[in-house]
C-alpha cells in the first residue's frame, strides 16, 4: 500500500512538472513574441497562461506589455493593476503602469507610479527619466532636469536623459546647454538620427541655419524615413528663401507620414509665394488635419478678438468720461494746489499703469516665444517597458495592428450554420452553446450545426446535398425537427421564401422550440437585408462615432423597414430560453439599427453575463459606448474584445479613445 501511494506520488510530481514546463514554454514563446513585435500573438499565449495560472503577476505585467505597445493603454493599465494587486512590490508594472497613464495624458498619476517604483529600486535610471518626462510636460521644468541629473547620476552614459535634459533646456530658454548635452549624445552615439534632428531644432532657435540644415541632412542619412526631419530642413530651406528645395522636402515627408498636417501647411505657404497651383487645397488638407491651420477659423476668431477688445476699450473710455465728470463737479470747490496735486497723482498713476502694461507686454512675449519653442520639441521617451528579447523563434510582425487602418462596422448577427466535421475552417474560438448541441443530438450529428457570423458562401455545395438529405427524411417523417433544419439550409443558401415557409412550419408543430423562432428571426432578418441590397440603400450597420451623422436616416439606414416580428422572434427565443445568449446579442444587434442604444446594451451585459468572452459582444458595447461617449467604458470594452481576438478593436481606440 505504501509502494502504491509512494508510486503515485512520484507519478503526480511529474505531470505537475510537465504543466509548469508547459506553462513555462508558453511565458517564453511569449515573451518572444513581443519582442519580435507579434503584439496579439503574445496575448493569445499570456491568456493560456493567466487561465491557468491565474496568480501569476509575470504574465500578467507581459500582456499588459503587449497591449501597451498595441496603444491600448487602458486595457494595460487593468492588467498592470492586476500584476501590482498580485505582487505588491513590483517595480516594473509601476513603471509599465506610469507609462500607460503618461500616454492618457495623466500625467500626476504617472508621477505617483514612477514615485512608488522608485521606493522599490531607487536606482534604476529609467524611472528617473520617465518621472522627468511626466514633470515636463507639467511644466515642472526644474523638476524635469532634476531626474534627469538623478538618472545620469545612475548612468553618466544614459542617451535618454541626454536627450530628454537637452529638450527640457530648450523649453527654459538653454539653448547652448541644450546643445551641449546633445554633443554629448553623439559623442556616445554616433549614428542615433534623433540626437540630429533634436540639435537641428535647437540650432535653428538660435538661428544657425547652415549648421541646422547640415545636422537635418545627417538625422536623414542614418534615418531615410523620419517624415519630421524632411519636414524640418523645408522650414531651414524656407527660412533660407530656398522654396522650390523646401517644396520637395515638404513633398517627402508627406510620402512618409500622409497625415503630417504641418507640412501640407509649409508646403502651402511656399506654394503661395511661387503662385503654384495646389495651395489653396494644402491649406484646406491641413486644416481638415489640424484645426489649429485654419486660417478662416483663425481670421474670424481675430476679428471677434478685436471686436470684444474694442467693445471693452470704449466701455472703459465711457467709465472714465463718467469718473471724470464726477471728479470734476466733486472737485470745483477745492484751492487750485489741490487740484496740481490730483492731476500730478494722476499722471503718475498713469506712468505706474503704463510700466505695468509694458511689463506684462513683455511676459507675454516671452510666453509667446516659450510656446513657439514648445512647439517644435521632440521628446524622446525612454521605452522602460519589459520588453524581452529572444531569438528562437521567428515570427512574423503583425504590423502594430492598431495602425492598420478598417471599416468601423458592428460584429454580424450569428446564425446557425454547419459545418464538415473533419473540414472546419474557423476563423476564431466557437462557442459551445447546450442549445445547439441537443439539436446536434437530435440529428445524430449530421450535419454538424454551429452558431457562427462568418461568411459561408465557400459551403453552398455542401448546403445543397443538406437539403436533399432532410427532403427525404421529411418523406418519411414530418416532424418539427426536420422542418427547421432544412429550413436553416435554405436561408443559409439565400432563399429565404422556402426557408421561411419551412420554419413556419416547424413552429406550427413545436410552438415552444427556441432555436426555430431564433432561426426565423434572422432568415426574416436576412431576406430584409437583401430587399434593402436590391433596392440599392444602405445595409450596414454601423455606428457613426466620429459624430457627423447621428440619425439612422442620415446614415441611410432602413429605419422604414419594419423589425418588430424580428424582435418578437427574439423575445420568444429567450424566453423560452433565458440563457441562449446568442439571443440577446442578435437582439442587440436590431436594437442598434434603431437607434435603441440604451436597450440594446442591457441586452449585450446579458449576453457577456452569461458568455464572459464573447468578443463580438464586447465588441459592439464598445462602439456603443464610444458613441454615448463613454470613452472610458467603451475604450475598456474593446481592449477586452481585442484580447479575445478581435483585433481591429486595437485600430478603435487608438483612433478614438487615446
Not at 188 to 207: K, M, S, V
Not at 424 to 449: G, H, M, S, T
Not at 467 to 493: A, C, D, H, P
Request: charged share 30%.
Amino acid at each position: 500500500m505504501k509502494r502504491a501511494l509512494f508510486v503515485l506520488l512520484i507519478l503526480m510530481s511529474v505531470f505537475q512538472s510537465r504543466a509548469q514546463l508547459n506553462i513555462n514554454h508558453y511565458i517564453r514563446v511569449g515573451r518572444t513574441r513581443i519582442s519580435i513585435g507579434n503584439y496579439t500573438g503574445a496575448i493569445e499565449y499570456f491568456n493560456i497562461v493567466i487561465k491557468f495560472k491565474p496568480h501569476l503577476a509575470e504574465a500578467y505585467l507581459y500582456r499588459g506589455t503587449a497591449k501597451h505597445s498595441l496603444e491600448d493603454y487602458r486595457g494595460a493599465i487593468r492588467d498592470y493593476n492586476k500584476a501590482i494587486e498580485i505582487k505588491p512590490y513590483y517595480p516594473r508594472a509601476y513603471n509599465n503602469r506610469g507609462m500607460a497613464y503618461h500616454n492618457l495624458h495623466e500625467y500626476k498619476k504617472a508621477i505617483e507610479d514612477y514615485n512608488k517604483a522608485l521606493e522599490f529600486d531607487p536606482n534604476d535610471e529609467t524611472i528617473y527619466n520617465n518621472r522627468g518626462i511626466a514633470k515636463l510636460a507639467l511644466k515642472d521644468i526644474k523638476g524635469a532636469i532634476e531626474d534627469y541629473n538623478k538618472a545620469l547620476k545612475v548612468n553618466p552614459k544614459s542617451t535618454y536623459a541626454l536627450m530628454n535634459r537637452s529638450n527640457a533646456k530648450i523649453v527654459s530658454g538653454d539653448i547652448k546647454g541644450a546643445i551641449s548635452d546633445l554633443n554629448k549624445v553623439i559623442i556616445i552615439r554616433p549614428h542615433y538620427a534623433a540626437a540630429y534632428l533634436n540639435r537641428g531644432l535647437a540650432r535653428f532657435e538660435l538661428e544657425d541655419y547652415a549648421s541646422a540644415l547640415r545636422d537635418y541632412d545627417q538625422c536623414i542619412k542614418f534615418d531615410p524615413k523620419n517624415a519630421l526631419a524632411f519636414n524640418n530642413r523645408g522650414i531651414v530651406k524656407h527660412k533660407l528663401e530656398d522654396y522650390n528645395s523646401a517644396i520637395m522636402d515638404y513633398d517627402m515627408a508627406l510620402k512618409l507620414d500622409p497625415q503630417m498636417a504641418s507640412a501640407y501647411f509649409n508646403r502651402a505657404m511656399a506654394r503661395e509665394i511661387l503662385n503654384r497651383p495646389g495651395y489653396e487645397d494644402d491649406y484646406r488638407i491641413a486644416a481638415q488635419l489640424n484645426p489649429k491651420f485654419d486660417l478662416k477659423s483663425r481670421r474670424i476668431d481675430a476679428e471677434k478678438l478685436a471686436q470684444q477688445q474694442q467693445k471693452q476699450q470704449n466701455q472703459k473710455k465711457n467709465n472714465q468720461q463718467t469718473a471724470n465728470n464726477q471728479q470734476q463737479n466733486n472737485n470745483q470747490s477745492k484751492s487750485n494746489s489741490n487740484q496740481n496735486t490730483a492731476q500730478n497723482n494722476t499722471a503718475n498713476k498713469n506712468n505706474t499703469k503704463t510700466v505695468a502694461q509694458n511689463n506684462d507686454q513683455k511676459e507675454k512675449q516671452e510666453a509667446a516665444k516659450k510656446r513657439k519653442r514648445r512647439t517644435k520639441m521632440n521628446l524622446i521617451v525612454e521605452d522602460a517597458r519589459d520588453l524581452p528579447t529572444d531569438e528562437e523563434e521567428d515570427e512574423v510582425d503583425d504590423g502594430r495592428i492598431q495602425n492598420k487602418n478598417i471599416v468601423i462596422d458592428l460584429q454580424p448577427l450569428f446564425i446557425i450554420s454547419a459545418f464538415e466535421k473533419n473540414a472546419v475552417d474557423y476563423d476564431r474560438f466557437q462557442y459551445y452553446n447546450l442549445a445547439i448541441d441537443e439539436l446536434n443530438e437530435a440529428n445524430n450529428y449530421e450535419p454538424w450545426l454551429t452558431l457562427s457570423n462568418k461568411p459561408v458562401d465557400k459551403y453552398h455545395d455542401i448546403f445543397e446535398n443538406f437539403i436533399l438529405y432532410f427532403n427525404e427524411k421529411i418523406t418519411v417523417q414530418k416532424n418539427s425537427n426536420n422542418y427547421l433544419n432544412r429550413g436553416i439550409f435554405y436561408s443559409l443558401l439565400g432563399k429565404y421564401n422556402k426557408a421561411l415557409d419551412d420554419l413556419n412550419r416547424s413552429i406550427e408543430l413545436n410552438k415552444e422550440d427556441a432555436i426555430a423562432h431564433f432561426a426565423r428571426a434572422n432568415c426574416k432578418y436576412k431576406m430584409l437585408e437583401e430587399i434593402a441590397k436590391l433596392s440599392g440603400s444602405q445595409t450596414n450597420v454601423s455606428i457613426a462615432i466620429n459624430k457627423k451623422s447621428i440619425d439612422n436616416k442620415e446614415n441611410g439606414s432602413n429605419s422604414s423597414f419594419d423589425y418588430s416580428d424580428i424582435l418578437d422572434d427574439y423575445a420568444v427565443t429567450l424566453s423560452q430560453n433565458p440563457n441562449f445568449f446568442f439571443g440577446y446579442y442578435n437582439r442587440a444587434f436590431i436594437k442598434l439599427r434603431l437607434g435603441q442604444y440604451e436597450s440594446a446594451i442591457d441586452d449585450l451585459n446579458k449576453a457577456i453575463k452569461l458568455e464572459p468572452e464573447f468578443a463580438e459582444a464586447y465588441f459592439n458595447r464598445g462602439l456603443t459606448k464610444i458613441y454615448l461617449d463613454d470613452i472610458e467604458g467603451g475604450a475598456l470594452d474593446l481592449s477586452r474584445a481585442g484580447e479575445l481576438g478581435i483585433s481591429g478593436a486595437y485600430n478603435i481606440i487608438k483612433r478614438y479613445c487615446n
